[in-house]
């Protein structure tokens, strides 16, 4: 049973581009969350997902930011017009439906803007 | 809004040496406390889960306290080994999804 997925581990995006994180969860886990964690600070969420349905997107700066869980596939963290306070680890994790207190975080996605 | 503040930020210990890491949140109405390690560019591992309802949990040679009431944890590893350097980190959740509080860590080495 493979843990949480995350792709790519690193990404390096010029100021203006956009960036796509992706996170398989892990099987049979139908909740999925992001977090993100800026240098020197603490992991701070962003949104929580189920398949098709944003729970609670209270973490998620206001612009440029999306994320979305479909009914097949990854979920997909998008972050617009890349900007140089967007670099920041990116953790997904997963829950199974019905137990949140089992969660797992993935490896993490780096994030480098130049 | 909860705030969870972990010290020390950083400990330097002998292997061997037991100790003591502190956290502390401000909003005790809290569903569930639980102590992660993260190893450098790696993710999270939970290491202990506490209910609300519980004061403690054990693993190995780890064990987590948990006083509700004035908002506070402590993990505590006994004959700490080179193995364990890594960073701790604390997180509350309040409410039942799992939308986790995290401390910013505590960064541990073990030395030989």
């Known amino acids: 049973n493979a843990g949480v997925m995350q792709n790519p581990r690193h990404l390096v995006r010029r100021r203006g581009q956009e960036a796509r994180l992706r996170c398989s969860p892990m099987k049979g886990h139908s909740h999925v969350y992001w977090y993100r964690q800026l240098p020197e600070e603490g992991l701070k969420f962003m949104v929580y997902?189920?398949?098709?349905?944003?729970?609670?997107e209270s973490g998620m700066p206001k612009e440029r930011f999306s994320a979305e869980f479909p009914k097949e596939g990854p979920s997909i963290l998008r972050i617009q017009q890349v900007v140089r306070g967007d670099s920041a680890a990116y953790f997904c994790a997963s829950s199974p439906p019905r137990d949140g207190n089992t969660i797992y975080f993935g490896e993490g996605s780096w994030l480098t803007v130049v | 809004k909860q705030e969870v503040t972990q010290i020390p930020a950083a400990l330097s210990v002998p292997e061997g040496e037991n100790l003591v890491l502190n956290c502390s949140f401000t909003d005790s109405a809290i569903y569930n406390l639980q102590w992660f390690r993260q190893d450098p560019g790696k993710g999270l591992t939970s290491l202990l889960l506490i209910q609300s309802s519980q004061r403690e949990q054990t693993s190995g040679r780890l064990n987590a306290s948990l006083d509700k009431s004035s908002g506070r944890s402590t993990l505590y590893i006994a004959a700490s080994q080179p193995g364990d350097s890594a960073t701790y980190l604390c997180?509350?959740?309040?409410?039942?999804?799992?939308?986790?509080?995290f401390g910013t860590g505590t960064r541990l080495q073990v030395m030989l």
């Open positions: 997180a509350v959740t309040t409410g039942t999804a799992s939308k986790l509080t």
């Open positions: 997902l189920q398949k098709e349905n944003i729970i609670d």
